[in-house]
């Protein structure tokens, strides 16, 4: 079951990560008290930005060379740590109302320059619904992307260079996923509202340092190798989830711990490690990566992986668009009842 060159890998299996959602649940009931939520993540969030705005005031008037050096070698750090502080929001997993989440998202947004956090929630949720289902799941490459760039290396680092892009436009064609209401509108006034005030009181250049250290986090940088470790056909050609158990971790809040949140996305990510502890037998046995940097270059120079090294399916299985992803919080509820 290894992919082409000119095709994804097709399966009949449902994603694997509900049936061991309830495997685990049954085995080890106690993980219902890992199912909280970290105020906590909301200081780092504000945290992170205060450091960037503050980094963006001291680089004003430098040359754009040492503002593009200080965002790829710094700032695109505190940028992806901001990018999984959305990322727990976008699973309410910071407060216990929804508002107060979005909130959270929309504030952490604001070092990032585009405003993306509330329709990064939308589209994130149904990838956890909806794994490999090309015309629901947003993480999947587009066709055109697989074809345009192949597993020519100057074409991967060029398809890294503009993630971004591409994970926009990917979004066009989840078009049943889609969602624009209150919260998105939000989240564009507010961002607007921020980086006016940045241009206004620091010029430019601030603005300039902020937007490529969220480019930096999520491109060709050893950080957007995480887009590659999640999901990406690098190890097994029959395991479609990979964890990463490295040191950056430790500053990007345990965001290498896939595996362990797509099974358990009623977990906050400082309970992820605890999970993993908790049910070795269920994570032991699966390969994943220790760095990323390592993998950063096997992507780029390995001709055996390719865009096309992923696992896509059909079948939607049982789940619906209203599905919230909280499948272990309504199995442990539903034992308890």
């Known amino acids: 079951m290894a ?17 061991r959602t309830r495997q685990i649940v049954k085995a080890h009931p106690e993980v219902k008290e890992l199912m909280t939520r970290t105020p906590a993540t909301a200081l780092i969030g504000v945290a992170c930005v205060a450091a960037q705005v503050l980094l963006a005031v001291f680089l004003r008037h430098e040359p754009w060379y040492i503002i593009a050096l200080a965002a790829y070698f710094v700032g695109a750090f505190f940028s992806h740590t901001l990018f999984v502080v959305i990322h727990e929001a976008a699973h309410n997993l910071v407060f216990r109302k929804v508002w107060q989440n979005v909130a959270v998202g929309i504030v952490a947004n604001f070092a990032s320059v585009v405003p993306t ?17 090309h015309e629901l799941d947003a993480d999947l490459p587009d066709w055109y992307e697989a074809k ?38 939000a989240n564009i006034v507010a961002q607007l509202a921020f980086d006016a005030a940045i241009v206004y009181f620091f010029g430019w ?4 340092y902020l937007f490529l250290s969220f480019w930096f986090s999520v491109g060709l940088h050893p950080l957007g190798a995480r887009w590659i470790q999640e999901h990406y ?89 209203q599905d919230r992803s909280i499948p272990d919080k309504q199995l442990v509820e539903g034992a308890s009842a």
């Not at 890998?9 to 049936?19: A, I």
């Not at 049943?176 to 209401?181: K, R, S, W, Y």
């Not at 358990?264 to 999970?275: D, E, Q, T, V």
């Open 117 to 133: 956090a509330v329709s990064f929630k939308n589209f994130h949720i149904k990838h956890h619904v909806f794994q490999g289902v």
């Open 148 to 185: 345009l760039i192949k597993n020519y290396s100057l074409g991967k680092a060029v398809w890294l260079f503009f993630f971004p892009l591409f994970q926009v436009v990917r979004t066009i064609r989840c078009r049943e996923v889609a969602v624009f209401d209150r919260y998105v509108v």
């Open 233 to 321: 056909l690098t190890l097994d050609d029959r395991q479609e989830t990979y964890s990463y158990y490295g040191p950056l971790n430790g500053i990007n809040l345990n965001v290498g711990y896939h595996n362990e949140h797509h099974d358990m996305p009623s977990i906050p990510w400082n309970k992820l490690p605890r999970l993993k502890a908790v049910a070795p037998e269920f994570y032991e046995p699966l390969l994943h990566h220790r760095s990323y940097t390592k993998l950063f270059f096997t992507f780029l120079f390995d001709q055996e992986i390719s865009l096309f090294s992923r696992i896509t399916r059909r079948s939607r299985g049982h789940a619906t668009l």
């Open 205 to 208: 250049p601030a603005l300039g």
């Open 3 to 19: 992919s082409t060159a000119n095709t994804f890998v097709l399966v009949e299996t449902p994603e694997p990560h509900r049936v």
